[in-house]
Structure formats: C-alpha cells, structure tokens
C-alpha cells in the first residue's frame, strides 16, 4: 500500500488496483453512475399531476397525436438528481487548474454573474423601441470604448459572435477595402504561419481566399526569410493573419516588420488575437501596424466559455477598414444612443451584417464588469501574472519535460514529445492527468511541434495550485520517460475509459433510439 503525503492510502490495501473494482451499481466512490434521461425516466409517469381540464373543445381538428410524445417523465428531485450528476462528470474552472492551452480558461468572477443577470439587461428584447434600452446600448459603446483604448484601434465592429467570427468579420472587411479597390480579381493570396490555428486558413478560404502557408523558424516565430521570399510576387496579395503571442505561446518579435512588409505589397494585416491576455494594458495592437483584430471577450476577458457558445468575438478595426464594418452598430448623439440598422447613411460602405441582432449582451455585460472592477493596472496586472505562471510552470517542468522553444514563453508554456520514452507519448499523458483530477491540455497543437502539449495555466491560479499541478504532471512525465506500459491503460478512474477518439469525432452517437422489445426479450 502507498500512501500520499496527508497518510490516505493511494491503493487500495487487497492489492487490486482501482480499475479493477466493479460496483453493483457503477458508481465510483461518491461519482454517481448515471443513465440517459431517457433510460430513466418512464414516459408513463409524470412529474406533474394536474386534473384533465374541464369544458376545454378539442379545437385540433382530428390532427391531434395519436402515440405518446415519449418524454420521459421525472419528478423534481429525479430531474434535479439527474442533472446535478451529469453536471458533476464536467470539469470546470470553478472545480480546479484547467490548463488547456490557447483556450484561456480564465476565472468568471461572480459579480460579472450578478450584474448581468440586472433585469434592464438580462431582461430587454432585441426589438425593443431603442428610447427605452438607452442603458444596454450605452454599456455596448462604453465596452467599445474600452476596446478600443486597449488596442489602439479606432474602430470596433461588436457583433462577432465568437472569436471565429470575428476572424470572418476583420477579412471580410478586408475584402470589401479590396473591392473599393477594384482589386478583388488579383489580389487572392492570404498568407498564414504553419502554426496559426485552424480558423485562420478556413476564414481565409470562406472569405474567398487561397492560404499560403508560411514556415515557422528555429525559434517557432515567423520565418522571415520564407516570408519575404512570399512577397516577391507581391500583386495577388490580399494580406495576412497572424497571432501574436502566437500558438507556441511567444511573442512575434519582427511584427513591426511583418506589418510594413505586408503594407508595402498592399495588403492588410490580420491578427488573431485570441491571446490578447498575455499583452493587455501592455501592447497596444495599433501601435503595431495591424488592421483587424478579434478579441475573445471568453477568453481574455472573463466571460464563460459555455460548450461552444455564447462567446463574443468584437474586431477592432483600423481606419484603412473602418468604415467597412457591418452593420448593426451603435452611434451617440445628442439625442442619445441609436442603431444603425441599416447600409445607408452611416453605415453605407458597410459590407453587410453578421447576424440578426447587435452581439452577445450577457457577455457585453460580463466583460465590461470586468474591465471596471479590475481598472486599467488591474488588466495590466492581469496580463503579467499570466504571463508569470506559465513561466513558472516551464521553469518546473523542464527539467523532465522538453520545452519546445528555448527562453521564456507568453502566457502558456509548450512542450514536445521528445521526453518520453517510444512506447508512450502525448496521448498517453493527457489520460493520466484526468486520473490525477485535471482537465488534460491541449495536445497536438500547434501543428509544428511534434506531440505538442500546450499549457495555459490563467493568472488566478496560485503558487499551490501550480505546484499541485506540476506534482502530478511531473510524476506522470517521469512515468513516461521511463515508458511506464500502464500509462497506456489511462484513465483508470474515468465513468468512461479510453474512447476510440476518432469514431467519437467522426460518427458521434447523437441520437437515442428506443431499444425495440423484442431484442431486449433476447438478450
Ligand atoms: C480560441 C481561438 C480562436 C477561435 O475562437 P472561438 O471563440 O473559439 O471561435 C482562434 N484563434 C486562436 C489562436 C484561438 O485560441
């Protein structure tokens, strides 16, 4: 029997080890085995109980359903029990360290929870006369106040929904300033670095451009010399999209260059600034020479990630594409705030809209309340700190793991795979962390890094919670150096074991279908 530094034995005393355990009824210790909603809750029973109403006509003229609706039918508590325990198979920043890198999973304060949830916020429709929303739009142009004085940027187009369509909404503005140009015939070309990632080529080619993929070096920046070897024939460029910090978590140092280099061709700088959260209140993208560029207000500035949406992708915007951006947007007068709703008037060299409505308030809201209670050296502290613990993390970790670039990283530290032993590798280790009680991090990624682990550790973490984490990851990576076999196996103490991945992304099961009677008779 082992034992962990508190005296609580590791294994269990009989000898067998914990995947062997079968319970009768599949739980695991206080992890509460639950079936699909749909397996549980009989659709003859019901969790209300109201009389047939009385003297009501069936006015559904013999199109009334025939069969039962088949929802299954649950009590309170069995329906609160039910979504408590699957809620409890989620891993969330509320619950520990979340090191998924260039994913940001930054802590949400609860105030952003308790202003957006204001009724004159929470609680207006889209479509609500405008006199009477005066406080939403006005907290949208003060948001956008702050974006912009945080960039640099003389512009900002709100409505963005993620940051993947903020990428969309900066190069179709790019492609509406070609079009004035009269120059959306030749000017095809978008050049993207190897490691960007994969919204970056795939908005290029939506928007209508081929990629042209540009290497990264030695030292996992921009290639200068494949760039500007890109640039000779320099008619059919349209631009440029680049992420800085970029995905190996490291500063572009030739970034003033890139921009005039991608000027003088007559292009446009895009730059993906997913990773604003290593720079804010310290680098000014302006001051840089870009053109367009989404934040992810999920990920730099605290509002939640909720599987897949809704995020807020606002594009800062340059006076080269300014008045390119879609509408709807907000202007103030002094008859107060309005929309400009339409591509007329203020908005007429607008390339269009994005979506129905004006972008995501709650997230508006949140971000904003953020902003506030943090101040502007709190923004900047905000960044340093983040940009402190993935540092620390490297500096841990190095002396097992092998860093993938030499000197200090952004806001998240990147290893490769060239540690561990050949019989294990990345996959193997991201399994093992979810025994250990951590979300894995992000892996295979970027692109030009061989089994590339990306850890983002956030700034709200504390020395014990990056020690904490390191002393797992650290074992682990010890294990895998010396190709400790039962890595394979991991996790161990997942509700479910290793998937086969590959079936699970391509044909995922999205559909229940009722087991027929005669097949559960036979079995
Ligand atoms: C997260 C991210 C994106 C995409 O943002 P979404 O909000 O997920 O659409 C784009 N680029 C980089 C570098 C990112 O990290």
Not at 182 to 187: A, D, F, M, Q
Request: proline share 6%; with cysteine; hydrophobic share 35%.
């Amino acid at each position: 029997m082992t034992m962990n530094s508190t005296g609580r034995p590791t294994t269990p005393s009989g000898g067998e080890t914990m995947s062997d355990i079968q319970t009768v009824s599949g739980s695991r210790g206080l992890m509460q085995h639950e079936d699909l909603i749909f397996e549980t809750g009989c659709t003859n029973k019901t969790g209300v109980d109201l009389p047939a109403p009385k003297g009501l006509k069936n006015r559904l003229g013999g199109v009334a359903r025939k069969r039962s609706t088949e929802l299954p039918g649950l009590s309170e508590p069995e329906t609160m029990r039910h979504y408590v325990r699957l809620s409890q198979k989620n891993y969330a920043i509320d619950l520990g360290l979340f090191p998924l890198g260039s994913c940001t999973m930054k802590h949400n304060p609860r105030l952003n929870e308790k202003v957006a949830r204001m009724p004159g916020f929470a609680d207006i429709h889209p479509l609500q006369p405008q006199y009477t929303v005066q406080g939403a739009l006005e907290l949208i142009d003060q948001l956008a106040g702050w974006l912009k004085k945080l960039t640099g940027m003389p512009a900002v187009a709100m409505s963005p929904k993620a940051g993947a369509h903020g990428e969309f909404c900066g190069m179709m503005a790019i492609r509406r300033a070609i079009i004035a140009r009269g120059e959306i015939e030749t000017r095809t070309r978008v050049l993207v670095p190897a490691s960007a990632h994969g919204t970056n080529p795939a908005t290029a080619v939506q928007c209508g451009f081929k990629v042209d993929e540009i290497k990264a070096d030695k030292r996992g920046r921009v290639d200068m010399e494949d760039f500007k070897a890109k640039l000779e024939t320099s008619d059919d460029i349209a631009g440029i999209m680049l992420t800085n910090p970029n995905t190996c978590g490291l500063f572009e140092t030739d970034i003033r260059e890139i921009a005039e280099l991608i000027h003088q061709a007559g292009g446009y700088f895009y730059c993906d600034g997913a990773n604003f959260n290593a720079i804010m209140g310290r680098v000014r993208p302006g001051d840089l020479g870009i053109d367009a560029m989404h934040i992810n207000l999920h990920k730099t500035f605290s509002t939640p990630h909720g599987g897949g949406g809704p995020g807020a992708g606002p594009t800062v915007l340059s006076d080269a594409l300014a008045d390119y951006a879609p509408v709807p947007f907000v202007i103030h007068d002094e008859d107060g705030y309005k929309l400009v709703e339409e591509a007329e008037g203020e908005g007429e060299e607008a390339f269009g809209r994005l979506c129905a409505f004006h972008g995501q308030m709650g997230m508006f809201t949140r971000a904003l309340t953020y902003m506030l209670s943090h101040g502007a050296d709190g923004l900047k502290q905000a960044a340093e700190d983040a940009v402190l613990n993935a540092n620390y993390i490297q500096a841990r970790m190095k002396t097992v793991m092998t860093p993938a670039f030499d000197g200090y990283c952004m806001h998240e530290a990147l290893f490769s795979d060239a540690f561990t032993a050949d019989n294990v590798g990345t996959l193997d280790i991201s399994k093992a962390l979810i025994d250990e009680g951590y979300h894995p991090m992000t892996m295979y990624f970027p692109l030009v890094v061989h089994g590339a682990m990306l850890i983002e550790p956030t700034e709200t973490e504390s020395r014990a919670e990056l020690d904490r984490f390191c002393d797992s990851l650290e074992a682990i990576a010890e294990r895998a150096k010396a190709g400790d076999e039962s890595l394979k196996g991991a996790p161990y103490l997942a509700p479910m074991r290793r998937l086969d991945e590959t079936q699970a992304a391509r044909k995922p099961v999205l559909r229940w279908y009722k087991p027929e009677p005669e097949k559960i008779a036979a079995e």
